[in-house]
């Protein structure tokens, strides 16, 4: 396999070979970009703060929310981390929401997925404020989004688009096959790619558990993303030489040793004929991340009316 790690910077040097979209480098850069914006902020007397709020036992949960306080505190946003006992009634975590929508000092509201059945997420969604929606799922901000007047772009499909510009990847004209349909990854990446924008322009196929053939359509692909949770369900064989790939997917598999985590992609055997391909872990994953800061330090920036420029 011709196979080499590069530095984002050195792409273009490097056609002869697969190269690896490093997700770690560029959310790094994006992080240490964010943190003029933030002192900018700081600066008129207000910290940008992000409020978490947990409502479930799973360690992996524990573990994300952890991971975005310590991104936070890298680039100066300040944190609340609010934990509510997944047994509790649905009202308690309203009313908590409620509160944080109505205290300035919160910018940002996540409440962390999954949630207990006995709540309805919908409604959860649809109760933050939609100024606060940095992770953009209400209504209002999805409808913006599709209108072409993004207020928040969802953090995975945003993070993708900058992953896709910073490898010097041209959506315009291209052919995209997204395959998931979800409303967290899915349909806010084929909305992205469709606008009329920088990293738009694209023409996308959006698949789905019910596609007929699939590998007929990753086939024609210049673009695959693979968003459907199913571990290394794409391989060489489904595609064609010179294809982007960028994995969404994170599946905890079992092994001989005990488990690992793979993508949606048979990284080997893609990577065979990609031209460019993102790494599971290490791709996608971190810029998820530094996009919940970058949709943070913006909604501190509209309530303070602070003007920055985003990286
Ligand atoms: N790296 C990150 O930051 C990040 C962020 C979010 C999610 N993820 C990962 O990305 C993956 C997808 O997440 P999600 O939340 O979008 O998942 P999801 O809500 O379960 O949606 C999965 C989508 O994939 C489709 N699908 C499932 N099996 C398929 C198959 N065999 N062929 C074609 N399509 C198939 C489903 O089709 P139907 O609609 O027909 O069921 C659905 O639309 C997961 O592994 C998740 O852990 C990663």
């Known amino acids: 396999m011709r196979f080499k790690y590069v530095a984002v910077e050195y792409f273009c040097m490097t056609q002869t070979q697969t190269r690896l979209i490093d997700g770690t480098e560029v959310a790094a850069s994006i992080r240490s970009e964010l943190?003029?914006?933030?002192?900018?902020?700081?600066?008129?007397?207000?910290?940008?703060?992000?409020?978490?709020?947990?409502?479930?036992?799973?360690p992996a949960s524990q573990t994300?929310?952890?991971?975005?306080?310590?991104?936070c505190e890298e680039v100066g946003i300040a944190t609340r981390d609010i934990e509510i006992d997944p047994e509790a009634p649905a009202a308690e975590l309203f009313d908590t929401v409620d509160e944080l929508n109505a205290d300035p000092s919160v910018h940002g509201v996540l409440v962390q997925m999954p949630l207990p059945d006995h709540v309805d997420e919908r409604e959860v969604l649809r109760r933050v404020d939609p100024k606060k929606d940095v992770d953009g799922f209400h209504p209002e901000n999805v409808g913006r989004l599709v209108a072409g007047q993004a207020r928040y772009k969802p953090c995975t499909p945003h993070g993708i688009q900058k992953l896709l510009t910073a490898a010097n990847v041209e959506t315009e004209g291209a052919d995209v096959v997204v395959i998931g349909r979800s409303n967290i990854v899915g349909k806010p990446m084929a909305n992205l790619l469709i606008q009329k924008t920088d990293g738009g322009n694209a023409t996308v196929t959006v698949c789905h558990s019910r596609s007929d053939d699939l590998a007929s359509k990753t086939r024609t692909a210049d673009i695959v993303i693979a968003a459907a949770g199913v571990p290394?369900?794409?391989?060489?064989?489904?595609?064609?030489?010179?294809?982007?790939?960028?994995?969404?997917?994170?599946?905890?598999?079992?092994?001989?040793t005990g488990s690992e985590l793979v993508g949606d992609v048979a990284f080997e055997s893609a990577a065979e004929k990609a031209d460019a391909i993102t790494p599971v872990p290490g791709g996608v994953g971190p810029m998820t991340r530094a996009m919940l800061l970058w949709n943070t330090v913006k909604a501190a920036a509209v309530a303070t009316e602070v003007s920055i420029e985003l990286p």
Not at 233 to 254: Q, T
């Open 35 to 58: 943190i003029s914006s933030v002192r900018r902020i700081d600066n008129t007397g207000t910290t940008p703060q992000l409020a978490t709020v947990l409502m479930n036992d799973d």
């Open 232 to 256: 290394e369900m794409i391989d060489g064989d489904m595609l064609s030489s010179g294809v982007v790939i960028i994995d969404v997917g994170i599946n905890r598999v079992e092994t001989e």
């Open 64 to 71: 994300y929310v952890s991971m975005k306080h310590d991104d």
